[in-house]
């Protein structure tokens, strides 16, 4: 039982990060009836809600709920402050989520509060901050049987206003289904409950799911230039353009021509020749190794040159002749 449920939620929720971006760990707005509830029916908070969405969730009290729940608390005389309620988790597992809703920043009615944040834009209804809502009827007050006058008096006025607040939470729940994109936790008879999609998610999701199935059908042709050619432009994938044949694995045509040819051999041997020559003759001449074009000439003139030395010519091939033979 308990594992089919899980398994419909994982789904749920798996459509929730489809459709709406949804990701662990999710933000959970909790309401006060819903804090009143899981301490009622003595529920572990995070792990219930964790079990819940099926993920991580980070959960979040806002002030305005906060102030919802501190006013019905009796005033501590010592500290002059409302007594801390017994279903308020501290802050360490129920931070707060600051919100301003006036220059003051006084908190408002939480209902109002808590769709502010589900729906910042109340036109464009859309859950920006992939808040999860999570809410319960109020918890309904044990009244003893007393039939005194006064007692009953009181208690319809209890019923009464126990009746405006469950009025009051359904309205919550209604208007956070008019919000596409919008997970609603309820607490019934002691289990939480993960809300099917609303109507106007359902339909987000089904508009999602026409667009992925739009996408593999082909494009009608546009009708202007302008038009055609941002389409040109635009990169279809599947849709290839044809194009000769891939460079690298064609042969060149000149390839044999330049094979057959003496060019390049050749020179190669010529530079290397010249490299050796210059390694066997001027050893020493280390500054000559740039230039091998002028010492080649030079080696090939080494005999008649000393003849020239020989006979006196001053010249700088004369000095470094001289050079190496010292
Ligand atoms: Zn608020």
Redesign the pocket.
Known sequence: MRAKRSKKYRKLMHQYELTFGFRAPYQVLLDSNFLQQVHNFKMDLIPALERTVQGNVKPLL????LAAITAAQPINPKTGKPFRPYHLPPPTVLPL?H???NPNSE??D?I???L??LSPNAEAKKNKEHYILATADPAVKKSDNNNDNQQRKRKRDEEREEEQALRRARNLRVRARSIPGVPIIYVKRSVMVLEPLSTPSENVREGVEMDKFRVGLPEPQPKTDEAAEGAAKKKIPGLKKARGPNPLSVKKPKKRAAESGPAKTPRKNDGTGASNENGAGDGPDGEEAGAPKTKRRRRHHKSGFREENEDGAPSTQADQAMGVDA
């Open positions: 806002t002030k305005c709920s989520r919100c301003s809703h908190p408002i939480e109002d509060c808590l502010s944040l």
